[in-house]
C-alpha cells in the first residue's frame, strides 16, 4: 500500500464553478479526510449570482447573506432604498454622512450616540478618527503617512485616558504603531505595546497575497523568531496560520464581503491578532474599516470610498 494514502492534508481546499466559471462552492478541511462538499462541514461556502454576475447569497458557516443592488450596482441592504450620487446612505444597523468630495465622514449606529467621525487630509487620507462610545467615554486614533501616501504611523488614545475630544493632546497616546512597506506592500508592524517585538510580513512574488508572517522579538535576553505560513483564500483573504510544525495556530471564517466573523487560536502559541483582509487592506479595529491604502472599506455595505 503506498505510503501517500495514509497522509493527511493540514489544510485541503475545493472548488466547484458553474459554466459562466463563477464560484459557486468552495470547501475547506482542516485534517479531515472523506468528502468535504457537504453543507453541514466546519467550514463550507456557497454562493449564487444574478444574470449579470452580481453575488446575491453567500451561504457560510456562520451564516447566510442575501445581498441586493440599484441599477448603478450599488450594494444595498434594504429593497426599493436610494442611493443618491452612488452614496449609500446607511445599513440595517448603520447611518453615513458624507461631505462635499464623496467622502464619509461619520458612521453612527442607529439609535445610539456611539460611531465614529473620520477626518481627511487635502489628498482624501484619513487623518483622525475619534470613536464615540456613547457612555464609555471618547476614543481618538490619528495616522500619518509619506508623500506616496502610504501609512506610517497610529497613535492611538484610549477611552480611560480621554474625558472628550478636546483634551486627548493633553495625554501621550496610549499605544503607536508603526508600519514598514516596500513599494506599495505593508511588510512590517510595530506596536508601543510589545516594544522588542516587530512583524515582518512575506508576500508571493508581484502579488498582494501574504505568504508568512514573521515574528522577530530582540530582547537581548531572550531573542526569538517565529514564522507562521499563510493560508489564503482565492481573493488573498488569509483564512489560517500553520507554524513550522504544520500545527494551525490561528483560523478565521469571513463575511463575504471580507469582514472577519468568527476567529479560533488552537494553540497557546499564538495571541496576536490577524489584521490582513483581502489583498492589499489592513483591518483597523479603532475605525471598523478595512484600508486599502487609505481607501475605506465598509463591511455592511461591501463599499470602497475615499
Not at 111 to 130: E, F, K, L, N
Not at 156 to 181: C, M, R
Not at 206 to 231: G, K, V
Request: charged share 20%.
Amino acid at each position: 500500500m503506498n505510503a501517500s494514502q495514509f497522509v493527511t492534508p493540514v489544510i485541503d481546499r475545493r472548488y466547484r464553478w458553474d459554466k459562466r466559471n463563477q464560484l459557486i462552492e468552495r470547501s475547506v478541511s482542516y485534517g479531515q479526510t472523506g468528502e468535504v462538499f457537504t453543507a453541514g462541514h466546519w467550514y463550507y461556502h456557497s454562493y449564487q449570482y444574478d444574470p449579470l454576475g452580481q453575488l446575491t447569497a453567500h451561504l457560510g458557516s456562520v451564516q447566510t447573506e442575501h445581498f441586493l443592488y440599484d441599477a448603478a450596482a450599488n450594494l444595498l441592504t434594504r429593497p426599493h432604498t436610494e442611493a443618491p450620487h452612488n452614496q449609500v446612505q446607511g445599513s440595517d444597523k448603520f447611518d453615513y454622512r458624507y461631505d462635499g468630495f464623496g467622502r464619509m465622514v461619520s458612521r453612527y449606529e442607529k439609535g445610539s450616540s456611539s460611531g465614529q467621525r473620520y477626518h481627511y487630509d487635502s489628498d482624501h487620507c484619513i487623518i483622525a478618527v475619534d470613536i464615540d462610545q456613547g457612555p464609555l467615554g471618547y476614543q481618538r486614533a490619528e495616522y500619518r503617512y509619506d508623500i506616496l501616501g502610504r501609512r506610517i504611523e497610529k497613535r492611538l488614545w484610549k477611552a480611560s485616558a480621554i474625558a472628550n475630544t478636546v483634551t486627548y493632546h493633553q495625554h501621550e497616546p496610549d499605544e503607536v504603531y508603526s508600519f514598514g512597506w516596500v513599494g506599495m506592500r505593508l511588510v512590517s508592524e510595530h506596536s508601543s505595546a510589545a516594544p522588542h517585538t516587530t512583524v515582518y510580513h512575506a508576500y508571493n512574488d508581484q502579488s498582494y497575497t501574504p505568504l508568512a508572517r514573521i515574528e522577530c522579538t530582540d530582547n537581548p535576553l531572550n531573542p526569538q523568531r517565529a514564522i507562521y505560513y499563510t493560508h489564503s483564500s482565492l481573493s488573498g483573504l488569509p483564512e489560517a496560520l500553520t507554524n513550522s510544525d504544520g500545527e494551525i495556530v490561528w483560523q478565521g471564517q469571513y463575511s463575504a464581503w471580507g469582514h472577519l466573523q468568527r476567529q479560533t487560536r488552537p494553540t497557546s502559541t499564538f495571541n496576536r491578532e490577524q489584521n490582513l483582509r483581502f489583498q492589499g487592506q489592513y483591518f483597523d479595529k479603532d475605525k471598523f474599516v478595512g484600508n486599502k491604502f487609505e481607501q475605506r472599506l465598509r463591511w455592511p455595505v461591501g463599499r470602497v470610498s475615499g
